[in-house]
């Protein structure tokens, strides 16, 4: 600790240790927590980087938070936390940390989530273990390894409301440090209120933050589900904690960022489940910064930071589940290799922060890609159109939309009645890694329009068939190039076929135009001989 000196008298804590771990997630943050308690920092109490997960044991040097994975044998996760001394004198090396886990959420009550309780629908948290804290002299710190073997992702497949939202997706974990020593106890009465407990006292840290490394062929546990759009990403829970009541949800990306936020290069887009979209259609659909992007699958997009949900009732001890999809554009890309996102549960009444999860994203470079809907067409109404979208040459999904941004069909290619005039949006999903791109094509219709003219030549009469049944009113006019005189012929605009007498006309060619309400819609030659 850079700054630490020891004066005793004036910091009181003179002949005593005092044992911590420092709660703050980034490196400038992280100086301004020196261990008081309250802790000073109003930063979220959730985004400790004295605690870090290794999926090897090599902790000591690296500290770089990876996400615990199952493992099999004899293979471990090894977790590390740092404890710090900032009294005048040693800790007497009898002092335990204590470190327990919990599914990552942003509503996660003590000790119930933490203390193996909760097993329905499947066990959401328990101790890992615990160790002795080695003898840490008066300015120093000491690394304690764990080792863990977290539960089987296959615990958890298909829970939820909506298990084809949450079959096949990661959940990863939050976990908890607490020093219990009688030397040095917990200086506030710790409550349900594990925020609250975390602030207050410096003998415990949290780490909520799920890495979403979009490493192509990152595939979870049970393999894609074929039919889902999310692709890459990771759930969280949410829920009414010990109390229940009213709640916000506020996403957002972090105060203190370097580079450039997550959502000026992707689309953040959040997949809540069937009850979380019912409290949130109950609550009026509250929002700022915020798109309904497919009702139909309970999806939102992120237009802007900070983006809010309001009004959310939840029961006590009620749990629901939350997705986050991480999209990058390939056309905004920067090279940017690694971002950061906040995700909030506020209560609604007071602003007041009760949990939240930080995402680490991480993005290899690759190769980019484009969707490509096709060249714009000119079509004739109620014809069949085929929409055609290029191969991106790698795993994908091709969502259609239509221009008001409801979903019309899933693939690369299909076929529209063209009936109106319209643009279709093409979204390309890279399912390796979430990577998308779009495009849009246009279906233009003729609504008015001459089909055929027959016999052409023509002596005696001509058949013409043409479209003019959205018009007010319409007319042909039969006219010869360089030439003032025209001949006029009324439309029925609810009929589509017409016979004109042509034998009083001279011989030559005549240009056949179709005139709706006031302007000239079409054009065919006709030969009269």
């Given at each position: 600790?850079?700054?630490?000196?020891?004066?005793?008298s004036?910091?009181?804590?003179d002949?005593?240790?005092?044992?911590y771990m420092?709660?703050?997630?980034?490196?400038?943050?992280?100086?301004r927590?020196?261990g008081?308690?309250?802790?000073?920092?109003?930063?979220?109490?959730?985004e400790?980087?004295?605690?870090?997960?290794?999926?090897?044991?090599?902790?000591?040097?690296?500290?770089?938070?990876?996400?615990?994975?199952y493992?099999?044998?004899?293979n471990?996760?090894?977790?590390?936390?740092?404890?710090?001394n900032?009294?005048?004198?040693?800790?007497?090396g009898?002092?335990?940390?204590?470190?327990?886990?919990?599914?990552?959420?942003?509503?996660?009550?003590?000790?119930?989530?933490w203390?193996g309780n909760?097993?329905?629908?499947?066990?959401?948290?328990?101790?890992?273990?615990?160790?002795?804290?080695?003898?840490?002299?008066?300015?120093?710190?000491?690394?304690?390894?764990?080792t863990?073997?977290?539960?089987?992702?296959?615990?958890?497949v298909?829970?939820?409301?909506?298990?084809?939202?949450?079959?096949?997706?990661?959940?990863?974990?939050?976990?908890?440090?607490?020093?219990?020593?009688?030397?040095?106890?917990?200086?506030?009465?710790?409550?349900?209120?594990?925020?609250?407990?975390?602030?207050?006292?410096?003998?415990?840290?949290?780490?909520n933050l799920?890495?979403?490394?979009?490493?192509?062929?990152?595939?979870?546990?049970?393999g894609?589900?074929?039919?889902d759009?999310?692709?890459?990403?990771?759930?969280?829970?949410?829920?009414?904690?010990?109390?229940g009541?009213?709640?916000d949800f506020?996403?957002?990306n972090p105060?203190?960022?370097?580079g450039?936020?997550?959502?000026?290069e992707?689309?953040?887009?959040?997949?809540l489940?069937?009850?979380?979209w019912?409290?949130?259609?109950?609550?009026?659909?509250?929002r700022?910064?915020?798109?309904?992007?497919r009702?139909?699958?309970?999806?939102?997009?992120?237009?802007?930071?900070?983006?809010?949900?309001?009004?959310l009732m939840?029961?006590?001890?009620?749990m629901?589940?939350?997705?986050?999809?991480?999209?990058?554009?390939?056309?905004q890309?920067?090279?940017?290799?690694?971002f950061d996102?906040?995700?909030?549960?506020?209560?609604?009444?007071?602003?007041?922060?009760i949990?939240?999860?930080?995402?680490h994203?991480k993005?290899?470079?690759?190769?980019?890609?484009?969707?490509?809907?096709?060249?714009d067409?000119?079509v004739?109404?109620?014809?069949?159109?085929?929409?055609?979208?290029?191969?991106?040459?790698?795993?994908?999904?091709?969502?259609?939309?239509?221009?008001?941004?409801?979903?019309?069909?899933?693939?690369?290619?299909f076929?529209?009645?063209?009936?109106?005039?319209?643009?279709?949006?093409?979204?390309?999903?890279?399912?390796?890694?979430?990577?998308?791109?779009?495009?849009?094509?246009?279906?233009?219709?003729k609504?008015?329009?001459?089909?055929?003219?027959?016999?052409?030549?023509?002596?005696?009469?001509?058949?013409?068939?043409?479209?003019?049944?959205?018009?007010?009113?319409?007319?042909?006019?039969?006219?010869?190039?360089?030439?003032?005189?025209?001949n006029q012929?009324?439309?029925?605009?609810?009929?589509?076929?017409?016979s004109?007498?042509?034998?009083?006309?001279?011989?030559?060619?005549y240009?056949?135009?179709?005139?709706?309400?006031?302007g000239?819609?079409d054009?065919?030659?006709?030969?009269?001989?």
């Amino acid at each position: 600790w850079k700054t630490w000196e020891c004066n005793c008298s004036k910091s009181g804590l003179d002949g005593t240790f005092d044992l911590y771990m420092k709660d703050t997630y980034d490196e400038v943050k992280s100086e301004r927590d020196r261990g008081e308690e309250p802790n000073i920092d109003n930063a979220p109490m959730w985004e400790s980087e004295d605690i870090w997960v290794r999926n090897t044991n090599d902790g000591f040097t690296t500290r770089e938070h990876q996400n615990p994975e199952y493992m099999t044998g004899s293979n471990y996760n090894y977790v590390y936390v740092q404890v710090r001394n900032r009294g005048c004198i040693p800790n007497t090396g009898t002092e335990i940390l204590d470190l327990r886990w919990a599914k990552a959420g942003t509503n996660l009550t003590w000790p119930n989530h933490w203390n193996g309780n909760i097993t329905s629908p499947a066990l959401m948290g328990n101790l890992i273990s615990t160790q002795p804290i080695p003898v840490i002299q008066p300015g120093a710190s000491a690394v304690v390894e764990f080792t863990w073997q977290p539960p089987n992702p296959a615990d958890y497949v298909g829970l939820g409301s909506d298990p084809i939202f949450w079959a096949d997706e990661p959940w990863h974990f939050c976990l908890l440090a607490r020093i219990i020593a009688t030397g040095d106890p917990m200086t506030f009465t710790e409550t349900t209120n594990l925020n609250q407990n975390v602030k207050e006292n410096n003998n415990i840290v949290w780490k909520n933050l799920t890495v979403v490394d979009l490493v192509p062929n990152n595939i979870p546990p049970g393999g894609w589900n074929p039919g889902d759009d999310k692709v890459v990403g990771a759930i969280i829970s949410v829920g009414g904690g010990h109390t229940g009541g009213l709640f916000d949800f506020e996403f957002k990306n972090p105060d203190i960022y370097l580079g450039n936020p997550v959502t000026a290069e992707a689309e953040v887009r959040i997949t809540l489940d069937a009850p979380v979209w019912e409290k949130w259609a109950n609550g009026g659909f509250q929002r700022t910064n915020v798109e309904i992007f497919r009702e139909d699958r309970h999806q939102i997009i992120i237009t802007g930071s900070p983006a809010r949900i309001n009004n959310l009732m939840f029961h006590p001890n009620e749990m629901r589940l939350m997705h986050f999809s991480f999209n990058f554009l390939v056309n905004q890309l920067s090279g940017q290799t690694q971002f950061d996102y906040q995700a909030i549960q506020k209560v609604s009444f007071t602003n007041e922060a009760i949990g939240g999860e930080r995402f680490h994203i991480k993005i290899p470079g690759r190769e980019g890609f484009y969707a490509d809907a096709g060249n714009d067409q000119l079509v004739s109404q109620y014809t069949e159109v085929d929409l055609e979208a290029s191969d991106i040459g790698e795993p994908a999904i091709y969502n259609w939309y239509d221009q008001n941004g409801n979903l019309i069909y899933t693939g690369k290619d299909f076929t529209v009645s063209a009936e109106v005039t319209e643009k279709y949006k093409l979204e390309v999903i890279a399912t390796n890694d979430g990577f998308k791109d779009y495009d849009e094509v246009e279906v233009k219709v003729k609504l008015y329009e001459l089909f055929t003219m027959y016999p052409n030549p023509a002596s005696d009469n001509v058949t013409i068939t043409y479209n003019a049944s959205s018009a007010g009113s319409a007319y042909l006019i039969l006219t010869q190039p360089y030439s003032s005189v025209q001949n006029q012929y009324l439309l029925d605009t609810s009929l589509s076929e017409t016979s004109i007498d042509v034998s009083y006309l001279s011989t030559g060619v005549y240009s056949v135009i179709l005139m709706c309400n006031g302007g000239a819609k079409d054009v065919k030659n006709l030969i009269i001989n």
